[in-house]
């Protein structure tokens, strides 16, 4: 199992909070982003760079995927074709997104598109939260900790 990060637009503390749950688990996390980052000196820690453009560093994240393995995004699109590859998401607000509730963020996202490109202001996304990154942290290790008994009980 792997985690895979849309490192593009993923805050920064939220890679810190990656980082950390890296370091004391050992699970490979992979931040993939169209521009240099830099991260710890950790064997579990790469990164991996791709050409800049539209929805690049998604489509290297959905080939490289395999099933089990957790994508840390926001881009509801992306989510949706984890989930369909078998892989689980998780935005960096904390929601996990599932089978069940996809097809609502899906919808909803191409609503607010549509209210956008007619010129209505839909204002964008609060910043981040105390209570936001909470939420991921508790998601992130209920995740692992579910991957960890799961590995452990397979050895």
């Known amino acids: 199992m792997k985690i895979w990060v849309d490192a593009d637009a993923c805050p920064v503390v939220i890679k810190d909070i990656l980082f950390r749950a890296a370091k004391r688990t050992g699970v490979p996390l992979?931040?993939?982003?169209?521009?240099?980052?830099?991260?710890?000196?950790?064997?579990?820690?790469s990164m991996l760079q791709v050409?800049?453009?539209?929805?690049?560093?998604?489509?290297?994240?959905?080939k490289r995927l395999e099933?089990?393995?957790?994508?840390?995004?926001?881009?509801?699109?992306?989510?949706?074709?984890?989930?369909?590859?078998?892989?689980?998401?998780?935005?960096v607000r904390g929601e996990l997104y599932s089978l069940d509730n996809i097809r609502a963020?899906?919808?909803?996202?191409?609503?607010?598109?549509t209210l956008r490109s007619s010129g209505i202001d839909t204002g964008g996304s609060p910043a981040l939260n105390q209570n936001d990154?909470?939420?991921?942290?508790?998601?992130?290790d209920k995740f692992l900790t579910r991957h960890v008994k799961t590995h452990d009980n397979a050895s």
């Open 30 to 45: 992979i931040l993939v982003a169209n521009m240099p980052l830099r991260i710890p000196s950790t064997p579990c820690i």
């Open 51 to 62: 050409a800049a453009g539209f929805d690049v560093a998604d489509s290297e994240i959905v």
């Open 67 to 91: 099933a089990g393995d957790l994508v840390i995004t926001s881009d509801i699109p992306l989510a949706a074709e984890v989930l369909e590859k078998g892989g689980q998401a998780l935005s």
């Open 105 to 113: 963020r899906l919808n909803m996202r191409d609503f607010m598109d």
């Open 133 to 140: 990154r909470k939420s991921f942290a508790n998601q992130l």
